[in-house]
């Protein structure tokens, strides 16, 4: 899910998280129209790599699904990447979605050639491309699935989340492969491999693979080692934690994969994202070349918060975007309650009022539409702080907290995998008795508040979270 990075460690603490659950997801195979769709070969050739479509149909544009842009500039990553070797072929931007258009108007070609560089950034709740110091290198599969579109006007068009939005042809079938070398593809080394939402990362490289009894770990070979090492003893108690509180996750011995930008001067940055089976993350900056105790901490933090994922985000996801708050704010909540339960001593409150404080900042525009803001870090303290509410409405009901809460509503979802926000503000109705809970909610979620202090205050209120007022600012108690 969300990629962070930061100049200074009080500004990478306000925002570590998860691209999983924000990004745009592709449309589902029951949203698709037509069941055929393009051809698409990625290739490494040494230092050169291409990128051929083979295209199923004749269309004028063909958009990218994920389209997202680069933390800070908000300018499209791709543009700066991509060439595009094919005449009469324009890669651009319109709209929200980076497209392939004829030049003349008439229908893209059937065979378009790109030529791509690799290259690590920082993306808007997205995942990125992964570039070890070995020369190794990790691409999120998805980066490469088009759908064609009729028009420039008719991309203005779509919607910012696709789920459920009909689709003109099926999902890209996509060949990976390496001239020189075999790849890894879901833990197995291969000569190349053909799919379909593979949804995973596909590794270039000699990297090393690690087996343990419990995680399976690439690592890039400059990373510190007390990182590694912090991850290999840490994540699995955080795992068995989450799994006896809420049952069997999505993986029981996931991959970690590791990266190492190095230790640039005056920065410490940390970024992951999570998708089936894989938890990838990047690490950078002088300041986590030593384990200091403040960086440990942050360090667990992101690994609870990553691992959450794959109970809150992959066991059961959200089904629009703009409910991202669900999965990423209660993932927040489980690392926080998680941590406090493995070490008492960790100052759960700084955390806690971190996450108020942030959402407070971020409310007055409404929740649902952080993403498209460029506002991602309002779904994690904005869910945070509805989580904390429906855990102290549970505690009233039952004694129980914030996983007493949860557990029902990922065994009763199990199925469909979704958790939709009329599930969970439902639940929450039903614990608090209070529907001027859910209102206020809604009103934060839908509307935003220029008095977003007094109406988180009052949830805090409803569910009874002890809280004062002081000099404007909502001070947990």
Request: hydrophobic share 45%; aromatic share 8%.
């Amino acid at each position: 899910m969300l990629k962070t990075g930061s100049t200074a460690l009080a500004a990478l603490m306000l925002a570590l998280g998860t691209c999983e659950a924000i990004s745009p997801a592709s449309a589902s195979a029951q949203d698709v129209a037509a069941t055929s769709g393009p051809a698409v070969t990625v290739t490494r050739d040494g230092d050169v790599w291409t990128v051929e479509y083979a295209l199923d149909r004749d269309a004028p544009v063909w958009a990218f699904f994920r389209s997202s842009l680069v933390s800070g500039t908000r300018r499209p990553w791709r543009l700066a990447q991509w060439r595009v070797l094919t005449p009469g072929v324009l890669l651009e931007r319109i709209g929200d979605r980076d497209v392939l258009r004829a030049a003349d108007g008439g229908p893209v070609p059937r065979e378009v050639r790109i030529a791509f560089t690799p290259r690590t950034e920082n993306l808007e709740a997205d995942y990125s491309v992964l570039v070890f110091t070995d020369g190794s290198v990790a691409i999120p599969s998805a980066q490469f699935d088009v759908f064609p579109l009729a028009s420039p006007d008719a991309v203005l068009d779509l919607p910012g989340d696709l789920n459920g939005y009909p689709l003109e042809a099926g999902p890209a079938m996509v060949t990976w492969r390496d001239r020189n070398d075999p790849i890894l593809f879901r833990g197995r080394r291969v000569a190349e491999v053909t799919e379909a939402e593979a949804d995973t990362y596909v590794l270039f490289g000699e990297a090393d693979i690690v087996e343990g009894e419990r995680l399976t770990t690439v690592a890039d070979p400059a990373l510190p080692a007390w990182i590694g090492e912090a991850i290999e003893g840490f994540a699995p108690r955080m795992a068995d934690y989450y799994a006896l509180r809420l049952g069997p996750g999505q993986s029981a011995k996931p991959t970690i994969m590791m990266s190492w930008a190095g230790p640039t001067p005056g920065r410490v940055s940390m970024g992951g994202s999570v998708l089936p089976g894989l938890i990838v993350m990047s690490f950078d900056g002088v300041g986590v070349v030593n384990p200091s105790p403040e960086v440990l901490g942050l360090a667990r933090w992101f690994i609870g918060h990553e691992s959450a994922h794959f109970w809150l985000g992959q066991t059961v996801r959200y089904e629009y975007a703009r409910d991202a708050w669900i999965t990423e704010g209660g993932a927040d909540l489980m690392a926080i309650r998680a941590l406090k339960h493995i070490d008492p001593a960790w100052d759960d409150r700084a955390e806690l009022q971190k996450e108020v404080d942030d959402c407070v900042q971020l409310a007055d525009e409404p929740v649902t539409g952080a993403a498209g803001r460029g506002d991602h870090r309002a779904n994690y303290a904005c869910g945070a702080v509805f989580a904390l509410a429906a855990e102290a409405v549970q505690k009233r009901k039952t004694g129980g907290d914030w996983f007493d809460f949860l557990r029902p509503l990922i065994d009763a979802n199990r199925a469909d995998g979704v958790l939709t926000r009329d599930e969970w503000l439902s639940a929450l109705d039903h614990a608090s008795g209070d529907p001027a809970l859910r209102r206020d909610i809604e009103i934060l979620l839908d509307k935003g508040s220029h008095d977003s202090g007094d109406l988180v205050a009052a949830v805090l209120r409803r569910a009874g979270v002890a809280h004062r007022r002081e000099e404007g600012r909502v001070t947990l108690l």
